[in-house]
């Protein structure tokens, strides 16, 4: 059996106590996103994680369960609360790990808007060369672990993930199993911290309005081929931004 663990995050549905969990940066966007849209930002991340979750309970031969009830040496599907793998993902890795135990990777997608100009030339770049470098060998979930205490850091961290994995592809000594693409999509919605500006301390109400336009019609468009899966997923997406107006 795999599992998947999805990392710690706000309660969603307790709007008071998740606003008093949000870093004065992140306040401050939350508090324009309130009285720009119909739907509060709390409200909007809680339906995004009911989506997720049953995106989740559709993988099959994995269950979801929290870090404690997991079993030591159980392979880990990390994920943050609003993205998704493939319905096989969990039978491709049960698969692998019957020769052993190994660290497991595949290629990561999105399903995004970009966040500005220079990261949507690296997007361009990546689309005309394929083989062009991440800055990271891991995202948020396109990669696995086996349960370990060591391993508890990694799971949660995709950036201390991306340093070992690197480590450990350059030796290459086989600890790193690869899975073909399409096993799991990032999903960086409107409400993503990424989206509204993680690195700048504020976010104006024109360019939230701009994105917020760019989101309507990206859950509309249809998927590449071998992510076809996501097409339930992204119809739930398409109704919630067609449910969320200008106030």
């Not at 660290?103 to 808007?113: F, G, K, N, S, T």
């Not at 990424?194 to 690195?199: D, E, F, N, Q």
């Not at 998927?223 to 969320?244: F, G, K, T």
Request: aromatic fraction near 10%.
């Amino acid at each position: 059996m795999v599992y998947i663990w999805v990392r710690p995050t706000l309660d969603w549905s307790d709007e008071a106590a998740s606003m008093a969990g949000l870093n004065e940066s992140v306040r401050a966007k939350v508090e324009l996103w309130n009285v720009t849209f119909n739907i509060s930002y709390t409200r909007f991340r809680e339906r995004v994680a009911e989506i997720s979750r049953m995106n989740h309970s559709a993988v099959e031969d994995a269950t979801r369960i929290d870090w404690e009830e997991i079993p030591d040496g159980a392979i880990v599907l990390p994920v943050d609360d609003d993205d998704w793998f493939a319905p096989t993902a969990g039978r491709a890795l049960e698969v692998l790990a019957a020769d052993g135990e190994f660290a497991y990777l595949w290629d990561a997608r999105w399903i995004e808007v970009p966040t500005d100009l220079h990261y949507a030339a690296y997007l361009i770049r990546r689309r005309l060369n394929p083989n062009h470098r991440s800055r990271w060998t891991c995202a948020t979930n396109n990669y696995a672990l086996h349960k370990r205490t060591e391993t508890r850091a990694l799971l949660g961290s995709h950036v201390g993930a991306s340093r070992a994995f690197a480590a450990w592809l350059a030796k290459d000594d086989g600890q790193v199993k690869h899975l073909r693409a399409g096993l799991s999509v990032a999903n960086r919605t409107l409400s993503s911290q990424t989206t509204l500006g993680l690195r700048k301390p504020t976010i104006s109400r024109p360019v939230l309005i701009l994105k917020f336009h760019l989101y309507k019609r990206l859950y509309r468009q249809p998927p590449p081929p071998e992510l076809d899966w996501c097409r339930p997923y992204l119809a739930m997406m398409a109704e919630l931004m067609d449910e969320l107006q200008l106030a």
